[in-house]
């Protein structure tokens, strides 16, 4: 089975948009990216042939802080693999996460990513593009993404899954923009007293308003969540180095 995304697009910058989003994301080979088979036009409107997912978006997971930071390091690795070859998602959100019916889990919707090894974006600055409650604040101030403000919004979704409630909510996109820019969510162990330290501290990182606060880069957050998952088990278990995703999933 697959998907078939169709797209009625009217201008030419849509239209470029639409198939840079379609030839960045066929060209990731990863198992928890889903996969984009083909791009073309017919009568006009503009189409491609996705991976079919039978599933849910991703929610609060109903188990252990050590489970969840299992599943979340792939969505995690995903993204580092994406970096790794230049491109950045910039809307990341459980609505662009999949849980299939098997429990794999698949990262989709490219459409506001870029290719960092493309000169002349086509995103200017000043103009907001994302979901506010899982967007960075340098987004949020109309900054273009970077691989920092994936990680933050993967924190925004961290905390979602080990709290069951979204940092920053407001009856308003503006408000909830604001919020996003200027104020600390709330403590995450005033909200589940069971999550450890050790993430608590990964995810304030995570959040961190200042993109050079946060972890630079997604292996370095795949480091950290994976001694937290070592230590949980209750041995003291040293943590080898990862390879690089790329050089994992490149064959």
Not at 34 to 40: D, L, P, R, T
Not at 131 to 139: H, I, L
Not at 181 to 202: F, W
Not at 212 to 237: P, Y
Request: charged share 25%.
């Amino acid at each position: 089975w697959v998907a078939i995304k169709f797209l009625n697009l009217s201008d030419q910058e849509s239209i470029i948009r639409f198939r840079r989003e379609a030839k960045m994301t066929a060209r990731l080979r990863h198992p928890n990216i889903a996969g984009v088979y083909e791009v073309n036009v017919t009568e006009g409107t503009h189409y491609l042939v996705m991976e079919f997912i039978e599933g849910k978006p991703f929610q609060k997971i109903e188990c252990s802080v050590k489970e969840i930071a299992k599943t979340f390091v792939k969505v995690c690795e995903a993204i580092a693999y994406a970096h790794e070859n230049d491109t950045v998602h910039r809307d990341i959100k459980p609505a662009n996460i999949l849980v299939s019916n098997t429990g794999e889990i698949k990262i989709t919707d490219f459409g506001l990513a870029f290719d960092q090894g493309v000169a002349g974006q086509m995103t200017q600055a000043g103009v907001i593009l994302g979901t506010p409650q899982f967007m960075s604040p340098e987004q949020a101030d109309g900054k273009r993404g970077n691989e920092q403000s994936d990680i933050y919004s993967l924190g925004i979704i961290f905390y979602y899954l080990v709290t069951g409630k979204k940092p920053f909510e407001a009856q308003s996109q503006m408000a909830t923009l604001y919020k996003q820019i200027n104020e600390k969510p709330q403590p995450i162990r005033d909200l589940n007293p069971h999550v450890p330290p050790a993430v608590v501290l990964i995810i304030q990182k995570m959040m961190a308003k200042k993109p050079a606060a946060r972890q630079q880069i997604a292996e370095e957050l795949i480091q950290q969540i994976d001694r937290v998952i070592a230590h949980s088990s209750g041995h003291k278990v040293s943590v080898p180095p990862r390879r690089r995703s790329s050089q994992l999933h490149q064959n």
